[in-house]
């Protein structure tokens, strides 16, 4: 049977950041999904940094982790809620993997003596990229991070402009999403930025076939039609994206205007079937209609910027659609939780999540917060670094082990706790060396952890370089700390959970990875339930 090449859909943003180009694009293929279609998404990244695994999340929110352990942009979370099957590190580049990649090939050789240069040998780099992003797939949505007009992404989109004049019309199609700012003052919505920007795209030599237009609120027939005008589009093409209650709406707004329509023209995608949207219909029926409120708070050191926690934020979203309650968030920077605040603080919520992280900063916090948790029979939920909160505390305040921390925070520790991974020591390198990507664990029967998820051996995903220190497993379990969750060879210290507690579990993993609206982790599912049975009490 002849490969059938993907029909591809190349997707920009224009006027500022954060137009919401990610939601557009997975939201685009849900919609295409429902179809029938087989779809994948590749993020193009800009930006020099090989990955984000050693960026500040301050500076570029979540770290997503793909179950091949490919350390990508919060987009690839956006991607895999919306779309029903994984992603991989094929689904992401950055102009750093694409320069090393082009350095690798020229240091062997392999360019035969020829000049190195962006055109073609870049962009060609690129390209194969995508066709290797597009493999088995019907359809393949391209999104190109930044805004058009940076610098840094020209060579993606000198890429795009070769790729739409190769496949040729039919195969290819240029979304551009723009913001149509409200201007107060004046009462009106400006298309001037929207203009500029995709004169700005012309400049790659890249004329938009859609323009999806982000605002507040709808944007009027008339400025539609004033936009289609002087950005030479179809009036059809110009589709309405205005903010909603919640993002799982985005697919359904899509339909509303008929972009599979248009795209099912452009694309000459003959063997589709009519959309199915009726399970987001659900989704959405259920968040904006919820029976309840409970409050988590979300312990972090990161809470400046809550992209920073983005898989969290939904997964714990995923589980109040399934409990129709409405899950408020309370972010509490644990660098700010005092001894002296403590009670004050964590008593205006139902529940306590401590956060993954890294490094020293805010750890104490942390650990107040999990104290408060324990002794106030307050449900618990520690992820990564949490977890190993989790266990420090238990030790010190339990088990009889005053000194216990984390060789993390203290290098010269005398009771450490949490060490580093015997496979980790010696690593100097950061980027790309910690435990990543989805392994095995071992659930003990009759736990609660094997109750939540209703089997002895889950696959989770990783992004650590300390695991408890199996010296002191002995003393912890004594003391009353269930290791409820082991790797398959009894090594690592894959879950913790406390019996006499109404909800009380630490996960090594990140178990917010796999959590989508239509599938809402176990985990955070018996979470929010615990924290719903407790509210109601």
């Not at 089997?455 to 370089?465: A, C, G, S, Y």
Request: proline share 6%.
């Amino acid at each position: 049977m002849p490969h059938v090449k993907p029909k591809i859909i190349f997707v920009s943003g224009g006027v500022l950041s954060s137009v919401g180009k990610g939601i557009v694009s997975a939201s685009m293929g849900a919609l295409c999904e429902s179809m029938g279609l087989r779809v994948s998404i590749l993020k193009m990244d800009p930006y020099l940094n090989v990955d984000p695994g050693t960026m500040n999340p301050f500076q570029h929110g979540e770290v997503f982790v793909t179950h091949d352990g490919a350390e990508t942009d919060l987009d690839l979370g956006h991607y895999e809620r919306f779309l029903s099957g994984r992603l991989s590190k094929r689904n992401s580049t950055t102009s750093g993997q694409i320069y090393q990649r082009v350095f690798e090939r020229e240091r062997q050789g392999d360019y035969l003596g020829s000049t190195v240069q962006v055109i073609p040998h870049v962009t060609d780099t690129i390209k194969q990229a995508i066709h290797a992003a597009g493999e088995g797939c019907d359809l393949l949505i391209c999104e190109v991070g930044g805004t058009v007009g940076d610098i840094e992404s020209q060579p993606f989109m000198e890429a795009i402009r070769q790729m739409r004049q190769q496949l040729g019309w039919g195969n290819a199609l240029s979304v551009h999403v723009s913001h149509v700012p409200y201007i107060e003052s004046a009462g009106e919505l400006k298309t001037k930025p929207t203009q500029h920007s995709v004169k700005e795209l012309l400049t790659s030599g890249i004329q938009p076939d859609v323009i999806v237009l982000r605002a507040r609120q709808p944007v009027p027939q008339k400025i539609k039609n004033k936009i289609a005008l002087f950005c030479n589009v179809d009036q059809k093409a110009v589709i309405n994206c205005p903010d909603v209650p919640t993002v799982y709406q985005v697919p359904l707004q899509l339909q509303k205007e008929n972009l599979h329509t248009l795209l099912v023209q452009r694309l000459q995608l003959t063997t589709c079937n009519p959309p199915d949207l009726s399970p987001w219909q659900d989704v959405v029926k259920r968040f904006c209609n919820p029976k309840h409120e409970v409050c988590v708070g979300v312990v972090g050191k990161y809470t400046g910027l809550v992209e920073s926690y983005k898989s969290i934020h939904e997964a714990l979203v995923h589980a109040g659609i399934v409990h129709n309650v409405r899950v408020r968030f309370c972010y509490i920077d644990s660098d700010q939780l005092l001894a002296s605040n403590v009670q004050t603080v964590l008593q205006q919520v139902d529940a306590v999540l401590v956060a993954p992280g890294f490094g020293e900063r805010g750890a104490e916090g942390k650990m107040r917060a999990v104290t408060w948790a324990r002794q106030q029979k307050v449900p618990f939920l520690g992820i990564c670094l949490g977890m190993q909160m989790a266990v420090i505390e238990f030790a010190r305040n339990v088990a009889n082990i005053p000194q216990a921390t984390s060789a993390e925070l203290d290098p010269d520790a005398a009771q450490p706790v949490v060490h580093l991974m015997p496979l980790q020591r010696g690593v100097r390198k950061k980027g790309g060396t910690m435990r990543l990507g989805s392994y095995p664990c071992v659930l003990q029967p009759n736990s609660l952890a094997a109750q939540v998820y209703g089997k002895t051996e889950i696959h989770e995903r990783h992004r650590h370089r300390y695991e408890v220190n199996n010296a002191y497993r002995q003393q912890l379990q004594q003391a009353g700390l269930v290791l409820c969750g082991l790797s398959p060879d009894e090594q690592l210290v894959e879950m913790v959970e406390l019996p006499q507690h109404p909800f009380f579990i630490g996960c090594q993993f990140h178990p917010e990875f796999l959590s989508k609206p239509l599938a809402a982790h176990p985990l955070f599912n018996a979470f929010v339930g615990a924290v719903c049975k407790k509210s109601v009490q």
